[in-house]
């Protein structure tokens, strides 16, 4: 079991509304998980509500904005993993008709 903490105690110790914490999970950004008809957030995605918080409280992003955020900073990571192994590739041909893209 990883380690998690219930959705109640997330919405007091970060002291955001419950109503947004729920719109994050109805949008998939966060994934809960159910045991006992208690929602948990396991700890690994807290850093991604901390953002989204951050996001939504300090920067007064609505909830579209923090989807579109999010995922253009997947897309960029990915890239950048894409571009990092192709380099890496590219590295080890002397001849680019030797290559296998």
């Known amino acids: 079991m990883s380690e998690r903490i219930s959705i109640k105690e ?5 002291k955001i509304d419950d109503q947004f914490l729920n719109e994050l999970i109805a949008s998939e950004l966060l994934h809960p998980e159910t045991e006992n008809s208690i929602q948990y957030i396991i700890y690994e995605e807290l850093p991604h509500l901390e953002r989204f918080t951050n996001w939504h409280y300090d920067l007064e992003i609505n909830l579209p904005g923090i989807e579109i955020i999010y ?12 571009n990092k192994r192709l380099s890496k590739m590219s590295q080890d041909f002397t001849n680019w008709e030797d290559a296998e893209f």
């Open 71 to 82: 995922k253009l900073l997947n897309q960029m990571e990915e890239l950048r993993i894409e």
């Open 10 to 14: 997330v919405i007091q110790i970060y």
